[in-house]
């Protein structure tokens, strides 16, 4: 056996990590970040080539989650607002996408609207209760993560009640799925008419 193959080996068996040998507060908040970023968007163009719509939210969603799981770099902590921005940044894009028309629809579509968030919210009730009660998973965690609502708006309210981390991992895999499989099952319905009224 090699050298480098007994350093492997041993760094296999001790869980040794190279920031093991870095003093304490050596990578700085900014590299950690920067790791973060790099890895969302290199998986996020990497999804784009797939041709999936949302594939880049969806992409670098997982890339950032893989970095962050896997435990070699340390969670990062983004500067105070930056998920604000990121929000409004958000809301401004889906906003100029709302015309004089859109206003018309929603006169048909207000009733559509009211029966949609009704149904979700019962059903998440639902859900929620009966996955506590299947799984023995305390009903808060369930419920919230059952909540039709996005990662960032329900952890937030998961913190206040001290599970803000499952429920964000609750919709974490939600939302990855929605992303991945939704578009698919759009794409093989549009050809037999979904869409077409």
């Known amino acids: 056996m090699s050298n480098s193959q007994e350093l492997c080996a041993w760094r296999s ?3 040794f990590k190279l920031r093991d040998l870095l003093p304490a507060g050596a990578m700085p908040s900014l590299m950690t970040l920067l790791v973060y970023a790099l890895a ?3 998986m996020g163009l990497l999804a784009m080539r797939t041709g999936i719509p949302a594939a880049p ?3 670098a ?4 989650a893989i970095v962050s799981m896997s435990g070699r770099i340390e969670v990062a902590e983004w500067p105070p607002g930056t998920r604000t921005a990121l929000q409004i940044g958000i809301g401004t894009v889906i906003g100029t ?10 006169q048909h579509l207000w009733k559509p609207a009211v029966l949609i968030t009704l149904t979700l919210v019962m059903t998440g009730l639902v859900v929620g209760l009966w996955t506590s009660r299947l799984f ?11 909540a039709p609502g996005g990662i960032s708006g329900m952890s937030l309210v998961g ?3 001290g599970v803000g981390a499952a ?21 093989l319905l549009t050809p037999l008419g979904l869409g077409n009224s």
């Not at 023995?136 to 059952?146: C, E, Q, S, W, Y």
């Open 13 to 15: 068996r001790s869980g």
């Open 40 to 42: 969302g968007t290199g």
């Open 57 to 59: 939210l969806a992409g």
């Open 61 to 64: 969603l997982i890339g950032a």
């Open 97 to 106: 996408g709302l015309t004089r028309t859109s206003l018309e629809q929603l």
């Open 136 to 146: 023995g998973v305390d009903p808060l965690i369930t419920l919230l993560g059952a």
């Open 159 to 161: 913190e206040d009640y």
């Open 167 to 187: 429920v964000a991992a609750l919709h974490a895999v939600r939302l990855i799925t929605v992303l991945l499989v939704l578009p698919l099952v759009v794409k």
